[in-house]
C-alpha cells in the first residue's frame, strides 16, 4: 500500500474540468482545451503523499519552475501559456496556477545526472553502471561524474516506484527518434542550469525532467529544476563520501526514516503528520533553495 491516505477533492469552478489528482498537481482543462496545472502544498516522498502539508510550497515550485522556463526557453520550447487566474478560482490557486499546453505526455522520466547518489549510487555500487552506463572506478556517495549522463526511467503509477530503464529500453518504449531527442535535450537543458546554479554557489546534482509532444514538436512540461525534482547542494559543504546537507527533500525523507517517525518506509501503513518543526524547516528550506537561486527574497503568501 502507499499513494494517498485520502485522495483529496477536486475544486468545483466554472468551466473547468478535472483530469488528474496527481501526488502534487491538480490537473484540470479549460475551455479552450489548455491544461489548467495547479501546485498544491502536498509532499510526497517514499511513494506517499504525506498527511501534512508544506505552506507556501505550491508556490515556491510554481515560481521557481517559471523562473528557470524563462531561462532556458533559447533551448527548448516550454509548455506555459500563462499565469492568469481562471474566472472563478479559489482564492488560493494565486501564485500555484500555470495556465499550459495541453501535451501528449512521453511516458519516460528524463533524469540527469551530474554526481553520484541516490539510486544512481545503489545501483553504482552493484554493477559499476548507472541505467546500464559504465562508470570508473572509485566514486563515492556525491561524487561528480567525468561528464552528466541521461539516466531514464519509466513513470509509475501513483503508489509504484519510477524504475530506472537503459536507454536502450527507453528508445524501445518511445522509439529511437523520440529517445535521442529526448536525451540531448534533457543533457542540453542539465547543463545550462548547472551553470547557473553553480554560480550561485549551489550544485545541481540531478535532475528530472517531463516532455511532452505538441504537433510534433517536444516540449518541456510539468516542473522543473525544483526541490520536488532535483538535488541541490550548497556547493561550499560538497564532500563526496558521505551524504551531502541539502536544499530539497532529504531532511523530511531523513526525519522520515528517523526513530522520532516511529514509521517502517516498507510496511503498510501510511506515514505520520509531521511535527511542526518539521514543517517549518521544510517551508524554510523550499524559501532557501527559491532565494539562493533567484537572488530574490521569498515573500511569503504573496
Ligand atoms: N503540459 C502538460 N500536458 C499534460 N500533462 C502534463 C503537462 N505537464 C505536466 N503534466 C502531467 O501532470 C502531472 C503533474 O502532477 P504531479 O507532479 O502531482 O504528478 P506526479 O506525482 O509526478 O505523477 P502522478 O500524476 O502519476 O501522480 C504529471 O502526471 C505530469 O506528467
Ligand atoms: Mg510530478
Redesign the pocket.
Given at each position: 500500500m502507499s499513494g494517498f491516505v485520502e485522495k483529496p477533492k477536486p475544486a468545483e469552478v466554472p468551466g473547468l474540468v478535472h483530469l488528474?489528482t496527481?501526488?502534487?498537481?491538480d490537473?484540470y482543462r479549460n475551455e479552450a482545451g489548455e491544461?489548467v496545472?495547479v501546485a498544491t502544498d502536498r509532499m510526497?516522498a517514499y511513494d506517499w503523499v504525506l498527511p501534512t502539508e508544506i505552506p507556501d510550497k505550491g508556490r515556491i515550485l510554481t515560481q521557481l519552475s517559471l523562473w528557470w522556463f524563462d531561462r532556458l526557453a533559447d533551448l527548448v520550447p516550454h509548455?506555459v501559456l500563462s499565469t492568469e487566474l481562471p474566472p472563478g478560482a479559489p482564492a488560493d490557486w494565486a501564485g500555484r496556477t500555470l495556465i499550459?499546453?495541453?501535451?501528449d505526455?512521453v511516458p519516460v522520466e528524463c533524469v540527469a545526472r551530474g554526481y553520484l547518489t541516490g539510486s544512481g549510487l545503489a545501483e553504482y555500487r552493484q554493477t559499476r553502471t548507472v541505467c546500464g552506463l559504465a562508470l570508473p572506478e572509485g566514486l563515492e556517495d556525491g561524487s561528480e561524474l567525468p561528464s552528466p549522463i541521461f539516466t531514464p526511467a519509466t513513470?509509475a503509477?501513483?503508489g509504484e516506484h519510477d524504475e530506472n530503464v537503459s536507454y536502450e529500453e527507453a528508445a524501445r518504449q518511445v522509439g529511437a527518434e523520440t529517445a535521442a531527442r529526448l536525451r540531448q535535450a534533457t543533457l542540453a537543458v542539465y547543463s545550462r542550469a548547472r551553470e547557473i546554479a553553480r554560480d550561485r554557489g549551489i550544485i545541481l546534482a540531478d535532475t528530472k525532467f517531463?516532455f511532452?509532444f505538441d504537433d510534433g514538436d517536444l516540449v518541456l512540461?510539468?516542473e522543473v529544476l525544483t526541490p520536488d525534482s532535483s538535488r541541490f547542494w550548497p556547493a561550499d559543504s560538497w564532500q563526496p563520501g558521505r551524504p551531502q546537507p541539502s536544499f530539497d527533500k532529504q531532511y523530511i525523507r531523513d526525519w522520515l526514516t528517523s526513530p522520532a517517525a516511529a514509521w517502517d518506509r516498507h510496511g503498510e501503513q501510511p506515514p505520520p503528520p509531521l511535527p511542526d518543526e518539521v514543517v517549518e524547516r521544510t517551508s524554510a528550506k523550499y524559501a532557501e533553495a527559491y532565494e539562493r537561486l533567484t537572488g530574490v527574497k521569498w515573500a511569503a503568501g504573496a
Open positions: 488528474h496527481g501526488k502534487v498537481r490537473l491544461l496545472m510526497s509548455h499550459c499546453r495541453a501535451l505526455m513513470k503509477a501513483v517531463e511532452g512540461a510539468d
